[in-house]
């Protein structure tokens, strides 16, 4: 039924939760999982020059905080036991809730999960939440854990 689950996570200890929730659907229909972080842009390239900041000194902090964000999610991956399962790891740039859905087309996904965000209530009204935006606009199952 679910043959590739992108399990989409900020990292944050709230999101471990749907990371668990992700390992046990994948152990119970067998599946592959794709567990997918997504950093925000700050500046646009054309931001950062007219700010005189290095284009090629912030694409090397992203590097940096992709390998940090890669062994985190490695270290999760051996903390729930999962090893058995074949597991990729993907590190996007951007806004999150529409590369969580880009991404979802790109490896096919049969089912998206996603932890509730962190953020404030404030801030998801104003600018509502990724969870929101991803059950409204993806074309797959979402599984929302809080």
């Known amino acids: 039924m679910f043959n590739k689950i992108l399990c989409a996570t900020d990292l944050s200890k709230d ?5 668990s929730k992700a390992v046990q659907v994948a152990h119970q229909f067998n599946s592959s999982m794709f567990i997918l972080n ?5 500046m646009e390239k054309e931001e950062m020059e ?43 740039k951007g806004k999150p809730n529409k590369i969580i859905c880009k991404e979802a087309v790109n490896i096919n996904a049969d089912l998206i999960v996603i932890g509730k965000s962190g953020k404030n209530k404030i801030s998801n009204f104003i600018l509502g939440s990724t969870a929101a935006y991803i059950v409204n606009h993806a074309n797959v199952p979402v599984l929302v854990v809080p």
């Open 38 to 42: 997504v950093h925000d842009e700050f």
């Open 15 to 19: 999101n471990d939760t749907a990371i």
């Open 50 to 92: 007219m700010l005189r900041v290095s284009v090629e000194t912030i694409q090397s902090k992203f590097e940096q905080t992709a390998i940090l964000a890669k062994n985190e999610m490695k270290g999760i991956i051996h903390s729930l036991h999962a090893e058995d399962i074949n597991v990729k790891f993907i590190i996007k």
